[in-house]
C-alpha cells in the first residue's frame, strides 16, 4: 500500500472546529511537522478536508 508524507504548511488559527480536530487527528500540532500515514480512502478524505493548510506528497 502506498503512504502518503503530509505536511502542515499554514495555522489552524481562526479555522473552524472540524478543521482543527482533522489535524490534530491526522498528528499535525505545528506548521512544519510532516506525518506518513497509509494511503486510505479515510485518510484521503481528511486530507480533502485540509488541502489548504497542509502539503501531501505520494511516498
Do not use: N
Not at 14 to 41: F, H, N, S, Y
Amino acid at each position: 500500500m502506498s503512504t502518503l508524507k503530509i505536511t502542515q504548511t499554514k495555522s489552524v488559527i481562526r479555522r473552524p472546529g472540524d478543521q482543527k480536530r482533522t489535524m490534530v487527528a491526522l498528528g499535525l500540532r505545528k506548521i512544519g511537522t510532516t506525518v506518513e500515514l497509509d494511503a486510505t480512502p479515510q485518510i484521503r478524505g481528511m486530507v480533502a478536508k485540509i488541502s489548504h493548510l497542509v502539503s501531501v506528497e505520494e511516498a
